[in-house]
């Protein structure tokens, strides 16, 4: 039958032209239909300020603007980001609400061990030993993809710098494909993670089940350019992690509205102090977020537009 409403999510286009306007175009025929049954349509914009994946940015600018004035309500995915989404999408002021996400799943079960995870655990037993004096030693965790607005990769290096001269040692896990990109892009950012000793990186798309990986390390490492909500954040208040982030994008301003972790000046001049807000972190305040951000809560939220 007539659905009552259709929801639009993520706007990534294609590498290829042909596959891009054929999204364009199919797009546009839902919103057409949607139109003249009058169904009413909503989007969930994920990335605020642009999309992740952008070939061609004139058909994906129509694409946003064609979803953007057909639905009712262009819903953010936190209340944080509302004031951004006023200022970066003026035209639909009046349609701005938000919905959230919820605590992850269990994830996978009964996975067989990936080929790196004897290395893994030399790398996790090295990295708590050797240690002298007053120099204190944390483990964070990085996951995904890299891109144009992963900022934690390219300030590694500068991190692990910047720690040692505060009095800690840092180790640093990496997962996921981020060869791909750094090579084009940022080849010298490559080059450091892949010869860093104090570095453990498997270039791949991992499966495992977090909550196995997450008993090895001390805080996630998580920094971006957009404004959107990655789901790391969730992961790590699930698994009561702190998250340490770099003075940039939404997620600095999440982690402190919801003390989730400690934020890295863009000069590194608090460092020591950020650190020590990381190996001191209450964990009750990830317990207050997923409270507060809940899927029940999200679902709510968005059937609001069914009743404008």
């Known amino acids: 039958g007539r659905p009552r409403g259709i929801v639009f999510r993520y706007l990534n286009d294609y590498p290829s ?4 306007v054929l999204k364009l175009t ?5 919103v057409l239909i ?5 169904i009413r349509v909503a989007w969930i914009c994920h990335n605020v300020d642009r999309e992740t994946w952008m070939y061609h940015p004139r058909i994906t600018t129509l694409r946003r603007k064609i979803i953007g004035d057909a639905a009712v309500k262009v819903y953010v995915t936190d209340p944080g980001l509302l004031r951004h989404a006023e200022r970066l999408l003026p035209e639909y002021k009046n349609k701005l609400d938000y919905v959230t996400f919820g605590r992850p799943g269990d994830g996978p079960r009964n996975l067989t061990a990936p080929s790196w995870w004897r290395d893994f655990e030399s790398f996790v037993e090295s990295s708590k030993s050797n240690l002298s004096g007053s120099v204190k030693r944390l483990i964070g965790l990085s996951f995904g993809h890299a891109s144009w607005k992963t900022v934690h990769y ?3 290096k500068r991190l692990l710098d910047a720690a040692w001269t ?3 040692d840092l180790r640093l896990i ?5 060869r791909e990109f750094l090579e084009k892009y940022a080849p010298d950012t490559l080059r450091e993670l892949m010869n860093d000793r104090r570095v453990f990186l498997v270039d791949q798309y991992v499966k495992i089940n977090e909550a196995e990986l997450v008993k090895y390390v001390d805080f996630y490492w998580r920094a971006y350019r957009d404004y959107s909500v990655p789901y790391g954040m969730y992961c790590a208040a699930h698994y009561k992690k702190p998250v340490l982030t770099y003075d940039v994008g939404f997620l600095s301003e999440a982690v402190r509205i919801y003390s989730l972790g400690a934020v890295i000046s863009i000069d590194f001049s608090n460092i020591r102090q950020a ?5 001191e972190w209450d964990e009750t305040a990830a317990e207050r977020f997923l409270e507060s951000h809940t899927w029940e809560e999200g679902a709510r939220r968005l059937i609001r537009f069914l009743e404008v």
């Open 275 to 279: 650190l020590d807000a990381i190996a």
């Open 34 to 38: 949607a139109k003249l049954l009058r």
């Open 174 to 178: 990496i997962l996921g494909p981020i």
């Open 154 to 156: 390219e300030q590694t």
């Open 166 to 168: 505060s009095g800690y």
């Open 26 to 30: 199919s797009e546009f025929l839902v």
């Open 17 to 20: 032209l042909v596959k891009s």
